[in-house]
């Protein structure tokens, strides 16, 4: 059974800087791609960012691209998203989410086994 179990969330000033992790296990994840996705009160769930387990591949939606950075710590099975130059429009909670698949997806229904989520909130 795979479990994906988030943390770092909190509050922070805009401008600010948060990294939150994802602890994964239950699985050999190195066919596996890994995702963060957000989702704000009353919006739907979108993408943020994603990275193959076994290239270290990364993908970024447009919104985030230069100031969030995805990465995986292999010998720790935990994968982290840094989050730089934070702006209120980052708030929301945060998803980690896993997808048997080499390949990305920024398409939420494509991942199989989610995280419980953190809270992220970014004051102005």
């Known amino acids: 059974q795979v479990q994906l179990v988030e943390s770092g969330g909190g509050l922070v000033q805009a401008g600010g800087s948060l990294r939150v992790s994802c602890a994964a296990s239950g699985r050999t994840f190195s066919s596996y791609t890994m995702g963060w996705f957000r989702q704000a009160p009353g919006k739907e769930r979108d993408f943020v960012a994603a990275i193959t387990w076994s290239t270290g591949s990364t993908y970024y939606a447009d919104s985030v691209k230069g100031r969030f950075t995805i990465s995986r710590d292999n010998a720790k099975n935990t994968v982290y998203l840094q989050m730089n130059s934070l702006k209120p429009e980052d708030t929301a909670v945060y998803y980690c989410?896993?997808?048997?698949?080499?390949?990305?997806?920024?398409?939420?229904?494509?991942?199989?086994?989610w995280g419980q989520g953190t809270q992220v909130t970014v004051s102005s």
């Open positions: 989410a896993a997808r048997f698949r080499n390949t990305y997806s920024a398409n939420w229904s494509q991942y199989e086994y």
